[in-house]
């Protein structure tokens, strides 16, 4: 679908004009937006636009690094959305004139749709021409980046805070979960970071003091976006580091109880492997009391074991 937004010169916004339309000389500039297009459509980048090829090249091969190109009258930008749910990275391409912005998307992006319906509502805004429009859709897409961190943030603190009675195995489960959607959001948003920073310092791309200081809050938010990242991801790592050194603490536990008892027995076995030799000449065998002997020096033995590994400590650990 193609839909169109033109700023004329009685000051006026027309949205939907065919695309012949827009070359008008009262047309001042003009926003295209080609979101999940047809086959047809796609040939519009080509055969009305005449972008270069390479561009068009990167159009239709998605998930690209988020770039900029410079081609003769006009910018190249390769921008990512995340889908709120998958956290998956979907390419947004954006051909940045004085006179134009053309936007190619494959999806129906609710960013999109949000930049959209804002520059039809701030009618103030309709003067600043392009690189206004361009600022708001680059604004509404970063944006949504800060909703993606919260929700696993969220997540986070429910992994921190309501671990009670959950097995280990599904704790670790879920902290690597949270790592990899961080990794995700990690790969879009650093990007991002640098291709602003290389907008910013751009000598091709015009823009007054106030439009720079616009963009420049969007850096600032990548900024925030990145330190936050790194920060969750530290934490799961120490989440994870804890409830590990915790498993083992357990596991060492048991082991200790395990060669306490061994121990014990150890010596108690040995005794009871003699006596059951059955040779015939044992002086022991044949007295009266030797049983009962044997079975006392045993318990003695085993208590005297028990409290000597108390006294050291060994079941306060």
């Known amino acids: 679908m193609i839909r ?15 695309l012949e339309q827009l070359d008008n000389e009262n047309i001042v500039w003009y926003w295209v937006d080609l979101q999940a297009p047809s086959d047809m459509e796609k040939k519009m980048l080509s055969e009305f636009f005449q972008f270069h090829p390479l561009a068009i090249e990167d ?3 998605s998930l690209q690094r988020p770039k900029l190109d410079y081609y003769e009258g006009y910018n190249f930008f390769v921008f990512h959305s995340l889908h709120k749910n998958t956290f998956e990275r979907r390419e947004v391409d954006v051909f940045l004139a004085k ?28 003067k600043e021409g392009t690189i206004y429009a361009f600022y708001v859709m680059l604004d509404k897409l970063v944006d949504e980046y800060f909703s993606i961190v919260y ?22 489960n879920q902290i690597f979960d949270i790592r990899s959607k961080l990794l995700k ?19 091709h791309i015009e823009m007054s003091a106030d439009q720079r200081s616009h963009f420049e809050d969007i850096y600032d938010h990548l900024l925030k976006l990145a330190e936050m990242i790194e920060t969750n991801r530290e934490l799961t790592s120490d989440i994870r580091d804890n409830y590990l050194s ?21 010596p108690l076995s040995f005794i009871a492997g003699i006596y059951g030799m059955n040779f015939e000449y044992m002086p ?34």
């Open 4 to 18: 169109t937004m033109a700023f004329t010169t009685q000051h006026e916004l027309l949205t939907n004009l065919p």
């Open 59 to 61: 159009c239709f091969h």
């Open 99 to 126: 006179k134009y912005i053309v936007t190619y998307h494959d999806e129906i992006l609710p960013e999109m749709d949000l930049a959209w319906n804002r520059m039809l509502q701030y009618k103030s805004s309709w």
């Open 151 to 172: 929700q696993l943030e969220d997540e986070l603190n429910d992994v921190d805070s309501k671990n009670k009675g959950k097995r280990l195995e599904l704790l670790i």
């Open 185 to 203: 959001l990690r790969r879009a948003v650093f990007p991002m970071r640098d291709l602003l920073y290389r907008l910013l310092n751009s000598t």
């Open 246 to 266: 915790i498993n083992a603490n357990r596991t060492n536990s048991t082991m200790m109880v395990l060669t306490v008892i061994t121990t014990i027995f150890m």
């Open 284 to 317: 022991e065998l044949s007295w009266k009391y030797g049983y009962f002997v044997v079975l006392g020096l045993m318990a003695v033995l085993g208590l005297s074991m028990y409290f000597w590994f108390r006294h050291k400590g060994w079941f306060d650990r």
